[in-house]
């Protein structure tokens, strides 16, 4: 073999089988732990049930981000390990919800001066138009009333099984008409302009949504801001306009308030409204709120008000929380009277 084909086959050799040069890449491990003790009393049946709380369920994840120049790479995983879930847990001791794994973000992000571009499993364009808050009480009630106790059921009056008859949930009452949720999606995200920007995403199923969300620090005030519209592809929703707004005073006191309407093909559209007043002093967090939706278990109206405190403690990475809600439900025909459900959590939130 002549000198020149050595160098050729060891320069070849070399391409093969040496390890490609690969950008330094940023990997953080976070998540945290969400559990709680929670009781309910159904006007008929009461018990203590330990859940794990739906408001921000226990979940870890793998953040990696990679810049050259000013363009930036990132992979996000998320994935959520619940056991009891505050969401499904119902007066059926027998139907444990037991220990779900489940996926909440599986994606790579693009970003650069022209804006952000996600693709994979992970929050559409309005996910989280409906439930901007400012007020540090979120985790014991927000918007989103059915993360916790959801999977209750209404007792009509009279009826003395252990598992009501009715088979209406809270969370088929009530709903804040938050977006579209998490999908399998191709989002754009734009820079922000002055605190405001747009999004836009089209999901696996074929529906669609465009979101605004803004935030801004004023004198004395910070404003957190969303609206979403979602045009639904199948099933019998059509489409959804639902938005949200808080601020919040320097002075500790702040107000939140959220509207919506879903738009059906058949049968009567649905809409909501959720106000909360809120109070925040150092590192406790107080607050109030009230929540009704109409239509969206047909026929009836769903209703919630409640009360919520929040303690964070920063020398442990935890906050601890109390929560207390009652739910009602009225028959718009008067045919049936239903018990309330009230509903009490305490529980703590211990991140890593």
Same mark, same amino acid.
Do not use: C
């Given at each position: 073999m002549t000198v020149?084909?050595?160098?050729? *086959?060891?320069?070849? !050799? #070399?391409?093969?089988?040496?390890?490609?040069?690969?950008?330094?890449?940023?990997?953080?491990?976070? &998540? $945290?732990? +969400?559990?709680?003790?929670?009781?309910?009393?159904? &006007? =008929? @049946?009461?018990?203590?049930?330990?859940?794990?709380?739906?408001?921000?369920?226990?979940?870890?994840?793998? +953040?990696?981000?990679?810049?050259? %120049?000013?363009?930036?790479?990132?992979?996000?995983?998320?994935?959520?390990?619940?056991?009891?879930?505050? *969401?499904?847990? +119902?007066?059926?001791?027998?139907?444990?919800?037991?220990?779900?794994?489940?996926?909440?973000?599986? @994606?790579?992000?693009? #970003?650069?001066?022209?804006?952000?571009?996600?693709?994979?499993?992970?929050s559409t364009a309005t996910d989280g138009t409906s439930e901007k808050d400012l007020s540090g009480t979120a985790l014991a009630g927000y918007a989103s009333t059915v993360d916790i106790g959801g999977g209750l059921i209404f007792r009509a009056k009279g009826d003395t099984a252990t598992v009501p008859s009715s088979g209406i949930t809270v969370g088929s009452a009530l709903s804040d008409m938050d977006g579209n949720g998490r999908q399998d999606r191709l989002r754009y995200d734009s820079p922000s302009f002055s605190g405001l920007s747009i999004a836009a995403s089209h999901s696996d199923e074929g529906t669609g949504d465009i979101g605004l969300h803004y935030s801004a620090q004023y004198d004395g005030m910070k404003v957190a801001a969303g609206l979403g519209y979602v045009d639904f592809d199948g099933g019998n929703n059509d489409t959804q306009t639902a938005g949200s707004v808080s601020v919040a005073l320097d002075?500790?006191?702040?107000?939140?308030? *959220?509207?919506?309407?879903?738009?059906?093909?058949?049968?009567?559209?649905?809409?909501?409204?959720?106000?909360?007043?809120?109070?925040?002093? &150092? $590192?406790?967090?107080?607050?109030?709120?009230? $929540?009704?939706?109409?239509?969206?278990? *047909?026929? $009836? @109206?769903?209703?919630?008000?409640? !009360?919520?405190?929040?303690?964070?403690?920063?020398?442990?990475?935890? =906050? !601890?929380?109390?929560?207390?809600? +009652?739910?009602?439900?009225? %028959?718009?025909? &008067? !045919?049936t009277d239903y018990e309330d459900v009230l509903v009490a959590l305490v529980g703590a939130r211990v991140k890593f």
């Open positions: 020149q084909k050595r160098m050729l *086959a060891t320069a070849v !050799a #070399a391409t093969m089988f040496s390890a490609p040069v690969l950008a330094e890449v940023d990997v953080k491990f976070s &998540g $945290h732990i +969400n559990r709680a003790v929670m009781f309910f009393d159904d &006007g =008929e @049946e009461s018990q203590v049930r330990h859940v794990d709380n739906d408001a921000s369920s226990t979940r870890f994840r793998i +953040n990696g981000s990679t810049t050259v %120049d000013t363009t930036t790479v990132g992979v996000n995983i998320e994935l959520q390990a619940e056991s009891q879930s505050t *969401a499904v847990t +119902n007066q059926d001791k027998s139907a444990s919800d037991g220990f779900d794994v489940g996926e909440r973000i599986l @994606e790579f992000t693009v #970003a650069d001066s022209w804006g952000k571009l996600s693709v994979g499993q992970g002075g500790g006191f702040n107000v939140t308030a *959220a509207v919506g309407e879903r738009d059906v093909k058949v049968g009567k559209d649905s809409d909501f409204i959720y106000l909360k007043l809120g109070y925040r002093m &150092g $590192h406790n967090a107080y607050s109030v709120d009230y $929540h009704v939706t109409d239509q969206l278990q *047909a026929g $009836h @109206e769903g209703s919630s008000y409640g !009360a919520q405190y929040v303690r964070t403690i920063p020398a442990f990475s935890t =906050e !601890a929380y109390v929560g207390v809600r +009652n739910y009602e439900l009225d %028959d718009d025909s &008067g !045919a």
